[in-house]
């Protein structure tokens, strides 16, 4: 029975044209091996994860190896963490610039010495030039006197 069936195939694959067509097939598999694997790295790359080891799995394992890349990945790319951290940090460093009420969060002036809002004490008048100082300053440094 297996010789008739390999009797019956022998032509077929010997065939030039079905020989040829098996090797497209290898050389298909071959360049998308090498495109699944680079654009695994190139992704992994981007998102700040291991690139060398994401390709090496992908090279051993193929598609299946892609898959668990895939279900694995950090859910953002780096590039969006990195822009989103840049934003937060403006974000306070504008706080900064425009002071608020640690008590109501009412905008404050800098050189205000008592919230406008909730009369919390802010700062304290140099008992000298009366320029605000902050509470726990225990020289002016404005004028150099010890408060
Ligand atoms: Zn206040
Ligand atoms: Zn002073």
Redesign the pocket.
């Known amino acids: 029975m297996n010789d008739m069936v390999g009797e019956l195939l022998d032509p077929i694959l010997s065939n030039p044209a079905v020989t040829l067509a098996r090797q497209l097939c290898v050389l298909f598999f071959v360049v998308f091996t090498c495109a699944l694997i680079f654009w695994t790295w190139r992704d992994a790359q981007r998102r700040g994860s291991m690139a060398w080891f994401w390709a090496l799995v992908v090279l051993l394992f193929n598609l299946a190896g892609w898959a668990i890349y895939m279900v694995v990945r950090p859910p953002e790319l780096a590039e969006d963490a990195h822009e989103r951290d840049l934003e937060i940090r403006a974000r306070e460093a504008e706080l900064q610039r425009n002071p608020v009420?640690p008590?109501?969060f009412?905008p404050v002036d800098p050189e205000y010495l008592i919230?406008p809002?909730?009369m919390?004490q802010l700062k304290k008048p140099c008992t000298n030039c009366e320029r605000p100082l902050k509470l726990d300053w225990g020289v002016c440094p404005y004028c150099r006197t010890k408060q």
């Open positions: 009420c008590a109501c009412t919230c809002s909730c919390k």
